[in-house]
């Protein structure tokens, strides 16, 4: 469900930058600032192109970690975590559970680093709990001795 969203909302921004740039033209020439002053003219197509490439920009950094699928192989203990690259093709990342460090602080668009790439991964995708007890290390032993080195780390 939620690949299908995010799938849709930056389709949605692509095409709007591209309309947006197929009808620059179309407006300067009928709105008159096409016998404007050269310097009116850049200010209007600044603003325009900035708003034009900023917004799938800033949508691609902020959903560029988010899992939208994530197989397990228990017989190794290997993830891999399918995500979206800025053109829309699925991308994916393998990495042992080993791996997986949990910010110390947490973080707002990352759950956890998978080497050094940072993963958001909704853990209501889980049927069983304890897979994602697994993936984040939670079901390792625990110690409140300070001579243990946490697997916390920043």
């Not at 921004?13 to 020439?29: D, E, K, N, R, V």
């Not at 917004?55 to 994530?70: A, E, F, Q």
């Not at 891999?80 to 973080?107: C, D, G, M, W």
């Not at 290390?137 to 001579?147: A, R």
């Amino acid at each position: 469900m939620a690949q299908e969203y995010f799938r849709g909302v930056k389709m949605f921004s692509y095409s709007t930058s591209a309309a947006s740039l197929f009808l620059m033209p179309q407006i300067l020439l009928k709105t008159g600032l096409g016998v404007q002053t050269f310097a009116l003219q850049v200010a209007f197509c600044g603003v325009i192109g900035f708003f034009t490439f900023l917004t799938p920009v800033l949508l691609h950094l902020i959903t560029k970690g988010y899992v939208i699928r994530l197989y397990h192989n228990p017989d190794r203990d290997i993830y891999t975590a399918v995500t979206y690259s800025v053109f829309l093709t699925e991308k994916k990342n393998v990495f042992h559970q080993s791996q997986v460090r949990i910010p110390a602080v947490s973080k707002m668009f990352t759950t956890f680093y998978a080497g050094q790439v940072g993963l958001l991964v909704n853990p209501d995708m889980f049927p069983v709990p304890h897979d994602y007890n697994h993936l984040m290390g939670y079901d390792k032993p625990f110690s409140f001795s300070t001579q243990h080195k946490a697997n916390y780390q920043v």
